[in-house]
């Protein structure tokens, strides 16, 4: 495993379909639909349930169950309140950023199809050099071309359409992945892997494993702490991104310093679950995979933290991607990271042992 190439040609192309779709949270289904045409043939079945998280099981009928999870929606905005003059101003949906707004092309989501826009931004001449506004959410607006609100309802645009931007995957010097939401599809894409690389390495596992997507992380947990009750899991191994702090303006005292190109990184928080940490390092120490550890007080802010504290508490570990960027179009990750976190969950996989409680107490 350790001498094997991990991506090949066709999963390098499935990354790239399925971060060009748009996945806004709340509207996750075309995406899942790319995912899980993907996992299809190295699964036993599927669940889905109401608000769109899917599962691709192998060994539905074990009793011991673990899951590796990422979470599948993207950051989007939602039209808000349409101006007698045609101009739209926008509400998050999960953490969107106002400061990259100004100047982006943005692409609404409708009945009618896509409709484009623009958010529009004051000229450099027109603005007063002695104060200058930044962008805010109060004042960044959408601009579709239209010349007053009649119109832009008859476009087929209305107070609840949610926009996304239409920037998508690139390489960037032979091994860096641009694109926006890389946070969380790299999550879907890893877990996806790893359940391909099981298959064609014809490895026999003696749990259930639920490869998880779930929906409306974004926003609050919401699709994990949904699935968590469903699955009703023993294990949960989430993947999620975290940041790369070395690059301008990043306070290594208060964020930590992990990087891309340095390995998964692994986190220390009261929501994961000691000895299941322990496992992934010694893992990883094992089979010589880079990592590096990164610390969280109270809350990791990922679906660890929903698959953690349900079901009376499930054993749970984040294992992260760190990522340049989060939350803006130019998203970064590092090839060879995105393959270790792939390697690090499949060994980690074949270490758990079937009813394995992680007991402190034994
Ligand atoms: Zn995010």
């Known amino acids: ?188 894409f890893m877990i996806a892997e790893v359940a391909r690389l099981l298959h064609e390495n014809k490895q026999k596992l003696p749990f259930g494993l639920y490869i998880t997507n779930s929906v409306q992380e974004e926003i609050g947990l919401r699709g994990a702490e949904m699935i968590t009750h469903t699955i009703k899991p023993n294990v949960a191994i989430v993947t999620d991104v975290c940041h790369d702090t070395s690059t301008p303006m990043i306070d290594k005292k208060k964020q930590g310093h992990t990087e891309i190109g340095k390995g998964p990184v692994i986190s220390y928080a009261p929501a994961v679950q000691n000895k299941l940490r322990e496992l992934i390092i010694d893992t990883a120490e094992e089979k010589k995979i880079p990592f590096q550890r990164m610390a969280s007080s109270r809350y990791t802010g990922t679906d660890t933290d929903a698959f953690a504290y349900s079901n009376g508490g499930v054993a749970s570990a984040l294992i992260s991607l760190p990522l340049r960027y989060m939350h803006t179009t130019v998203e970064m990750v590092h090839k060879q990271d995105v393959e270790n976190v792939i390697r690090l969950i499949y060994e980690t996989l074949l270490k758990i042992k079937e009813n394995e409680n992680f007991s402190y107490f034994k």
């Open 1 to 188: 495993m350790a001498n094997k190439k991990i991506m090949n040609d066709k999963s390098l192309k499935f990354l790239e379909n399925y971060l060009n779709n748009a996945s806004p949270t709340g509207y996750e289904w075309e995406g899942q639909k790319i995912w899980m045409e993907y996992l299809k043939p190295y699964v036993d079945e599927f669940i889905t349930d109401t608000y769109g998280t899917a599962v691709g099981v192998i060994n539905p009928k074990a009793e011991y169950k673990v899951v590796i999870e990422g979470h599948s929606d993207e950051i989007s905005w939602y039209v808000n309140y349409i101006t007698d003059n045609g101009l739209i101003y926008v509400i998050r949906n999960g953490g969107s950023d106002h400061q990259i707004a100004p100047s982006k092309v943005v692409h609404i989501h409708t009945k009618k199809g896509i409709v484009k826009g623009v958010f529009g931004w004051p000229a450099i001449h027109t603005r007063s050099n002695e104060k200058e506004e930044s962008p805010k959410l109060e004042n960044i607006f959408v601009d579709i071309g239209a010349k007053d609100k009649e119109e832009v309802e008859k476009m087929g645009v209305h107070v609840g359409c949610v926009i996304t931007y239409p920037d998508e995957f690139f390489i960037m010097n032979k091994d860096k992945f641009v694109c926006r939401a890389i946070d969380n599809r790299a999550g879907g």
